[in-house]
Structure formats: structure tokens, C-alpha cells
């Protein structure tokens, strides 16, 4: 079906609540590890949490460094997921799938302003895109994060922390949130759902 999204599962904790997020959508959401569903999928998503190294070791592991980057079809990175897409992370000095021009950096810790970034920052939109329909600039999205990508010719929307990061990136027919769009109420939703209408 059209709404048929496959998860790559990541072993991410927040998984179970980006289903749920879908699934209230009306999308089939399927969590796999399967190169052939995965390659078939309609549309796929790359959630994470944790260490970029230890995310690029398990996708390593299920021989899936090769595919992902050679996907076709519409793809979202989430959280960690937006970072494994850029070329390498700060993080472990990690070589990631190489699909955003980007490195992923450590968010300063200077200026009073706790690292991990933990809360609601505003997204400042960059540009018009399909993944923004219906989302005002300013919307509030939910992040949890100590390393981002820098703002780029990727960003859709850029939030800030001590400096500005990259808070929505696409590049091709990949596309990619720093933020949690399960957990960001209704302006995630709407991202979310903006995803699945992407053809």
C-alpha cells in the first residue's frame, strides 16, 4: 500500500512510539532488518539513538552500509538516523552512509546552555518544502541530541542551541529530523504525515 512504511530497526528505544505515531496516521509501519523489504519498501525510515559508532556497527552487522545510500525511494532519517546519513560524525570519529555533505559535530557546552540539548526548541524554515507543508515557522519541536549537523544547502529548517544546527535536512530522496516528530504533538505529526504523502 501506498502508506506502507518500513522502519530499519535500529534498536533505538524510541521505536515503539514512532509506530504508534504512524500507525494513528493509517500507515502499515513494519520494524525489519531485511534487505528485501527494505529495498521493496514504499518508503523508509532510519530512527536512532545512542553512539553513531555503535548505530553504524549494527547496520554493518545486518550488511546494510551498501543499500541504504542506494535507496530510491523516499527515506527518513530520525534523530541519530538524520547524522548517519551525513558523511562522517565527531562522535567516535565515525564514518557514516555518506548521503548529507555533513559532519555531524558535539553541540558547545559554553554559555550556560546543557548539553545533551534536552527539550523544545522553535525550527526556523529555510526554504519551502514538502516535508514543511502545513508547518509554521517557529513550530516547536521536541530534541534530544548532543551532536547535530551544521546548517547547509540540506537545511529545510534550522533551531538553535548555542549556535544554529540543521533541524531538517533532504538531500535527493533522502530526508532527515534532528528532532523527535513521535514525541513534537502536532507540528510532528504533520511532518510525519507530510512524509508519507512524499512520492
Given amino acids: 500500500m501506498k502508506n506502507d512504511v518500513v522502519i530499519i530497526d535500529s534498536g533505538g528505544a524510541n521505536i515503539a512510539s514512532l509506530m504508534f505515531a504512524l500507525e494513528r496516521l493509517g500507515a502499515a509501519a513494519t520494524l525489519t532488518t531485511d534487505k528485501e523489504i527494505i529495498g521493496n519498501a514504499p518508503r523508509v525510515i532510519l530512527p536512532g539513538v545512542g553512539a553513531a559508532a555503535d548505530a553504524m556497527l549494527r547496520l554493518e552487522q545486518h550488511d546494510l552500509l551498501e543499500l541504504i545510500p542506494n535507496l530510491t525511494q ?108 513521535e514525541r513534537s504533538a502536532k507540528a510532528g505529526a504533520r511532518l510525519l504525515k507530510n512524509f508519507l504523502q512524499i512520492s
Fill in 74 to 181: 523516499p527515506v527518513l532519517g530520525v534523530c541519530l538516523g538524520m547524522q548517519l546519513l551525513a558523511q562522517h560524525s565527531a562522535e567516535g570519529d565515525t564514518r557514516c552512509l555518506g548521503i548529507i555533505p555533513a559532519t555531524a559535530a558535539k553541540l558547545p557546552d559554553d554559555q550556560g546552555i546543557p548539553v545533551p540539548n534536552m527539550g523544545w526548541c522553535r525550527i526556523e524554515n529555510k526554504r519551502d518544502h514538502p516535508l514543511l507543508h502545513g508547518i509554521e515557522n517557529g513550530s516547536w519541536f521536541y530534541f534530544v541530541h548532543s551532536y547535530a549537523l551544521p546548517p547547509g544547502d540540506y537545511s529545510c529548517a534550522n533551531a538553535r542551541h548555542v549556535d544554529d544546527f540543521c533541524a531538517i535536512a533532504s538531500q535527493a530522496n533522502f530526508f532527515a529530523a534532528q528532532c523527535h516528530p
